[in-house]
């Protein structure tokens, strides 16, 4: 049986709509709508370029969008709610329009996810696990789908010497309490999706070793979501900093498939949904 059978592979709610994980992962594609993003360096900063990004990446295979307004690459800022609102409203309320697929806000912030909502997001992708008790009240209401990460420190300080013990454990242990935190608080299992925040305060060998236990999260019960895309580990594992990072995001994202992850999020939407489909094709997802 593959690895990516629907009986193993289940479903993710938001907001009353069920995502069925079907023989690939789904792909969540990113649309940054900030002029400091590690990956774009703010293309996209501009609500009219960010739509017409959202909208492109959703012809070309996308079956979410994750809008942001706050970079969260290594040491950036934090940015007040209201610019980031200023920065993000506008985008969701118009894809929201323009689009037939799930959005989700990418924010730590309970008044953004909020406004976010009520613009037509469906999905509050936090990186901080939803540490606010606001956001999960805010989830719990809404009935939104939520999307838990592991982030060591903050964004400010997350590179700052990494260290674990068992850095597959620890993750797996953190993620596991914010799960049952979640439940408990009104959160249903279906509705969460879980990260183990793949560049957030993790070394390049811890990066991997994530990637390579990956399919260990999947006994957690709950949908499995994987953001890789374009990292610096990438570049530090092929040993060569002018790497091509979309070639790496693709190696890692047919191995991530293979382990039964459940969703991707990732920049270069196209050429990763082909890639999968290859190798769908050619026999991949076979044990």
Not at 45 to 55: L, N, P, Q, R
Not at 147 to 171: I, K, L, N, W
Not at 212 to 228: K, S
Request: a negative charge; aromatic letters at 4%; charged letters at 20%.
């Amino acid at each position: 049986m593959s690895p990516f059978s629907p009986s193993r592979a289940g479903h993710w709610r938001v907001r009353g709509r069920t995502l069925p994980c079907p023989a690939r992962p789904l792909l969540m594609g990113i649309v940054n709508v900030t002029p400091d993003s590690f990956s774009d360096g703010g293309r996209f900063f501009d609500a009219a370029a960010a739509v017409a990004h959202g909208i492109e990446l959703a012809e070309h295979g996308a079956d979410l969008l994750d809008i942001g307004g706050e970079s969260t690459r290594p040491y950036a800022q934090s940015v007040p709610a209201d610019e980031e609102l200023r920065r993000v409203a506008p985008v969701i309320e118009r894809l929201a329009r323009e689009v037939a697929i799930p959005l989700s806000i990418d924010t730590s912030k309970a008044v953004v996810a909020r406004e976010a909502i009520d613009a037509g997001a469906a999905i509050i992708n936090d990186i901080t696990g939803l540490a606010d008790p606001a956001m999960i009240e805010t989830a719990a209401e809404s009935g939104a789908g939520v999307c838990v990460m592991h982030m060591r420190g903050t964004p400010r300080s997350m590179q700052d010497a990494p260290a674990y013990g068992d850095v597959v454990a620890e993750v797996g242990a953190f993620l596991r309490q914010r799960r049952d935190a979640l439940v408990s608080q009104g959160i249903a299992l279906d509705c969460i999706a879980l990260d183990p925040g793949i560049g957030f305060g993790k070394t390049a060998e811890h990066n991997l070793e994530l990637l390579r236990h990956a399919a260990e999260l999947l006994a957690l019960g709950c949908a499995v979501l994987i953001g890789h895309s374009r990292k610096q580990f990438i570049g530090q594992t092929l040993a060569d900093p002018r790497a091509d990072r979309l070639a790496g995001t693709i190696g890692a994202a047919l191995a991530l498939a293979r382990s039964g992850v459940q969703i991707l999020r990732v920049h270069d939407v196209e050429p990763v949904a082909h890639a999968l489909t290859l190798f769908a094709a050619a026999g991949g997802l076979e044990p």
